[in-house]
């Protein structure tokens, strides 16, 4: 008389309960793999740390992803069978949607409504004074210059303006110092 073993389960006498358990099983098989997968790849990083010369040991976990990628297009690859899917099947609110990251710099948002701090650079009474003639210089104009500056509560706009300086006696007798 053989023996059975004592372990063994109980299999369902009905259809779905059939397909239940064997989706179980293709599911425990698939992570199964995937462990496997890992685990090789962990041991050859570890021969190679051992092993191998020291360039090897400072590679990254790229192999573990490539290896990873190409079972998920194995999977992929197999046929689906249509009594795993469920009917009217949506996805989840819980999966997170995929979104392309945008290279590059972001764009500011609108920097005129940022507040502005006005710098202000005037000479002053004897640095106008021409050494020449002696007379004092007179505004011509101004130069202007814009910084935008992150303080780590908000951004602002800073306003640099410098005056300009003429003596008009030197400009009119042809002296431009």
């Known amino acids: 008389m053989p023996s059975t073993p004592t372990n063994t389960p109980q299999l369902p006498k009905d259809r779905e309960g059939l397909h239940a358990l064997v989706r179980?099983?293709?599911?425990?098989?698939?992570e199964l793999h995937v462990e496997l997968l890992r685990l090789q790849v962990e041991l050859?990083?570890?021969?190679?740390h051992y092993y191998g010369p020291r360039a090897d040991r400072l590679q990254s976990e790229d192999e573990l992803a490539q290896m990873l990628l190409s079972?998920?297009?194995?999977?992929?690859?197999?046929p689906v069978n249509q009594d795993d899917v469920p009917p009217n099947?949506?996805?989840?609110?819980?999966?997170?949607?995929v979104?392309?990251?945008r290279k590059g710099r972001?764009?500011?948002a609108n920097i005129e409504d940022l507040p502005v701090q006005t710098h202000t650079y005037e000479l002053n009474a004897e640095q106008r004074a021409r050494p020449c003639c002696g007379e004092e210089r007179q505004r011509i104009g101004q130069e202007e210059r814009w910084q935008i500056?992150?303080?780590?509560?908000?951004?602002?706009?800073?306003?640099?303006?410098?005056?300009?300086?003429a003596c008009p006696a030197c400009e009119n007798n042809g002296l431009n110092p």
């Not at 179980?24 to 698939?30: G, I, P, Q, V, Y």
């Not at 050859?44 to 190679?48: F, H, I, M, S, V």
């Open 24 to 30: 179980a099983l293709l599911l425990e098989r698939d």
């Open 106 to 108: 972001r764009k500011l």
């Open 99 to 101: 979104t392309k990251k």
């Open 71 to 78: 079972f998920g297009e194995e999977l992929e690859q197999k």
């Open 44 to 48: 050859a990083r570890y021969k190679k």
């Open 149 to 165: 500056e992150y303080f780590p509560v908000h951004f602002e706009r800073i306003q640099h303006v410098r005056g300009k300086y």
């Open 89 to 97: 099947s949506e996805p989840d609110e819980g999966v997170r949607q």
